[in-house]
Nanobody, 122 residues
Framework: QLIESGGGWVQPGSSLRLSCVVSGGSFSTYALAWFRQAPGKEREFVAAISKVGLSTNYRESLKGRFTISRDNAENTLYLQMYDLVPEDTAAYLC?????????????????WGRGTQVTVSS
């Protein structure tokens, strides 16, 4: 089970940190990722992190503003977001997979949370 939290309404230029608690199974055996989906748009890759956190993969356009991390002792995945813009408005979902590759393909991730809404607006 993956449960996201930390979303909300913020003004442009703000920062926000999302969390995803993973239960069931051994946390460190999962590669983890964040995706987002805006209304009427396809789900898109945001960032992914390897099982022990040594490797990360980011959507090119988000590099430098978003940081993915994980705490294997707390079974928690994080997404730190800086300098948010209205185009970041979306539901943010965490995903998990047992395979090691931190791929950007949506269909490669079998386990999903329900998402937490982020709205960036003045």
């Amino acid at each position: 089970q993956l449960i996201e939290s930390g979303g909300g309404w913020v003004q442009p230029g703000s920062s926000l940190r999302l969390s995803c608690v993973v239960s069931g199974g051994s946390f460190s055996t999962y590669a983890l990722a964040w995706f987002r989906q805006a209304p009427g748009k396809e789900r898109e890759f945001v960032a992914a992190i390897s099982k022990v956190g040594l490797s990360t993969n980011y959507r090119e356009s988000l590099k430098g503003r978003f940081t993915i991390s994980r705490d294997n002792a707390e079974n928690t995945l994080y997404l730190q977001m800086y300098d948010l813009v209205p185009e970041d408005t979306a539901a943010y979902l965490c995903a998990a997979r047992e395979e090691s590759a931190i791929t950007k393909r949506v269909t490669a991730w079998p386990y999903w949370g329900r998402g937490t809404q982020v709205t960036v607006s003045s």
